[in-house]
C-alpha cells in the first residue's frame, strides 16, 4: 500500500510569522510549503504574486492545479470557493454556539447536525489539497491558513487519504498587534520595489481584542481536542534559534534535521497569500522587537489586556518543553 502524505495545519492569530515558519520548514526537501491554500479564490480573481515570484496566471504550477480541476473535476474556477463562507453562522452568540456544536459533532461523528456551507467549502479546499499533493513528490505539505475550524473539518474529511498533524505558533502580544497596526509594505520583486497599502486602519483596542479573542479560541480547541504537546512554537524562539525549533516539531513533521534549511533563498516553492516574506524573506532574522516604537501607555495596555492569556501559552509552552 502507498504510504500516506502527511498535512501539517500551521495554527495561529494574524501576524504571527506562521508565513516564515512555513517557508523555513518548506525547505525541508521532503516538505512542500503552500502557505494559505484558504485564500486560493482570492489569489486567482487578484492573480496575486506566488513566492516563484510570478502573478498566479504566469505560475506553471498553479497553472496545472487551475487545469486539474477544471479538466479532471469539471468546475469551473470562477466558482471554486475556499474563502467566502465564514466558519459561524452568524455573529450573534447562538449562531456562534451552533457553529462550535457542529464542528463537535462531526469531529466526533463525521456526521452533519445540519446542513452547513462551512462545510461544503471545506470540501472544495480538500480537493485543492489532494490536487496539490497529486503534484507534488513531497510527502509533507504545509498548510499555513492558520483557521483552527477549518484544519478540524478537513482533518476530518481526509482521515481516510492523510496523515495530519497540527503546529500551533504563538507570537507575543505587542509585535502582534504593532505589526498588525501597519498599513503599508514595501518589497523588491524582479528588481521592482513594490508598495502595497491595507485599506483600513485599525483601532489599537480592536485589534487586541481580536488577538486575545482568536488566541483564547485556539487555546480552547487545542484542549478540546488535545492536540499533542510538542506541536507548540513560539516565535520568537523560533526566529533566535531556528534548528531548535525544528528539533521540536520534527516528530509532528516526521521529519529529521537538513543542513542549510535556515538558507531561505533557494526555495522552489509555490506559497500563495500570506505575508509578504513570503517572497523577500532570504533567512530567518532573530526577533526585531520593534513594538518599543509604540508610546508607552500603548504597551502598558496591549501587557494589560492580554495579560492572563499570555500566562496561558507560557505554561503550555513550559509543559511542552518538557
Ligand atoms: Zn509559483
Not at 512542500?32 to 504550477?61: M, Q
Not at 452533519?112 to 496539490?132: D, G, H, M
Not at 478540524?152 to 487519504?161: M, N, Q
Request: hydrophobic share 35%; aromatic share 10%; charged share 30%.
Amino acid at each position: 500500500m502507498k504510504k500516506k502524505k502527511k498535512i501539517v495545519f500551521i495554527i495561529s492569530n494574524g501576524r504571527s510569522g506562521s508565513t516564515i515558519l512555513s517557508k523555513f520548514l518548506g525547505m525541508h526537501s521532503h516538505c512542500f510549503a503552500l502557505s494559505e491554500p484558504s485564500h486560493f479564490d482570492i489569489e486567482i480573481k487578484k492573480n496575486g504574486y506566488c513566492s516563484c515570484e510570478e502573478s498566479i496566471s504566469d505560475c506553471a504550477f498553479w497553472g496545472k492545479i487551475i487545469r486539474d480541476i477544471e479538466i479532471e473535476q469539471k468546475i469551473p474556477i470562477s466558482n471554486f470557493n475556499t474563502s467566502q463562507k465564514p466558519f459561524h453562522i452568524s455573529h450573534k452568540r447562538i449562531g456562534k454556539i451552533a457553529s462550535y456544536l457542529h464542528l463537535c459533532v462531526f469531529q466526533l461523528t463525521a456526521k452533519e447536525l445540519f446542513r452547513s456551507p462551512y462545510l461544503e467549502q471545506a470540501k472544495n479546499e480538500c480537493l485543492l489539497l489532494r490536487t496539490v499533493a497529486n503534484n507534488t513528490n513531497e510527502h509533507v505539505i504545509l498548510d499555513a491558513s492558520k483557521s483552527f475550524p477549518r484544519a478540524l473539518y478537513i482533518k476530518k474529511l481526509l482521515r481516510k487519504e492523510f496523515n495530519t498533524g497540527f503546529i500551533l505558533l504563538f507570537r507575543t502580544p505587542e509585535e502582534t498587534i504593532y505589526s498588525n497596526l501597519k498599513t503599508s509594505y514595501t518589497f523588491k520583486l524582479k528588481g521592482e520595489t513594490i508598495n502595497l497599502k491595507k485599506d483600513t486602519a485599525k483601532e489599537l483596542s480592536h485589534i487586541t481584542e481580536e488577538w486575545r479573542k482568536v488566541t483564547k479560541n485556539i487555546l480552547r480547541l487545542s484542549s478540546i481536542f488535545r492536540l499533542k504537546p510538542q506541536s507548540i512554537i513560539l516565535y520568537e524562539e523560533f526566529a533566535q534559534s531556528p534548528r531548535k525549533a525544528f528539533e521540536r516539531l520534527s516528530r509532528t513533521l516526521g521529519l529529521s534535521w537538513e543542513e542549510g534549511m535556515e538558507d531561505l533563498s533557494q526555495s522552489g516553492h509555490h506559497m500563495i497569500s500570506g505575508n509578504y516574506s513570503r517572497i523577500k524573506a532570504k533567512s530567518i532574522l532573530p526577533p526585531k522587537n520593534d513594538s518599543r516604537n509604540l508610546p508607552k501607555e500603548d504597551l502598558d495596555y496591549i501587557k494589560r489586556e492580554t495579560r492572563s492569556t499570555m500566562r496561558k501559552i507560557t505554561k503550555l509552552n513550559h509543559k511542552n518543553a518538557q
